[in-house]
């Protein structure tokens, strides 16, 4: 899959905005900041790699978005408010960590009422070679386990884009988004 179609997809996904709060797990190089931020108000780009992040700074100033900050953060523990974000971005991210159910709650957890949560990441595939290579601990998300781990984390209206390789041994994209109610249903107890 050529990635100026899988970003291509992800703004199909995420729509015009404008976005008050924008949150980027795992930023990286600050891809996905520069993609979404200039429809964003503000935006916080959190990876654990000082390394990314210096890339990332420099590639949102180059970019001239002001209102981006970026830091040092924990995917699992992001330290954010609790329903904080507009849109929280999570690209190419959760088949490098060791408990993606986890990481899916924490960027749940911030996703403002009438807030969208999109995933992108890797359908299942058989590619061993990028465990150890690219040190993947997971070889792609199946549908209904994203699914279920979206609405396990009090997310609904949950969609799926998929984005055939270009190639005859790519790899498979998947887009999920979802959705916080409006008002958060309370729990019986």
């Known amino acids: 899959m ?12 995420a729509g015009s905005g404008p976005f008050r709060r ?41 970019a001239g978005l002001e209102g981006c900050e970026l830091r040092h953060g924990d995917i699992f523990s992001t330290r954010l408010p609790s329903e904080s974000a507009d849109l929280v971005v999570v690209h190419q991210v959760l088949h490098y960590v060791s408990d993606p159910a986890s990481a ?12 969208k949560l999109i995933i992108a ?6 590619l061993e070679f990028l465990r150890e290579q690219h040190q993947h601990r997971r070889l792609g998300f199946a549908e209904p386990e994203m699914a279920r781990w979206l609405e396990e984390a009090g997310l ?3 969609g799926v884009t998929t984005l055939p390789p270009a190639r005859e041994k790519g790899l498979t994209v998947k887009i999920w988004t979802a959705v916080r109610g409006r008002e958060r249903q309370s729990r019986a107890a």
């Open 104 to 115: 899916v709650r924490e960027a749940a957890r911030l996703v403002a009422p009438s807030g």
């Open 22 to 62: 924008l949150v980027d797990l795992g930023s990286g190089t600050g891809r996905m900041l520069t993609l979404l931020g200039p429809h964003a108000q503000t935006a916080v780009g959190l990876d654990l790699s000082k390394q990314m992040l210096n890339l990332a700074r420099a590639r949102v100033s180059e």
């Open 156 to 158: 609904g209206q949950v």
């Open 2 to 13: 050529a990635e100026a179609d899988v970003e291509a997809a992800i703004l199909t996904a």
């Open 121 to 126: 990441d890797f359908a299942p595939h058989s």
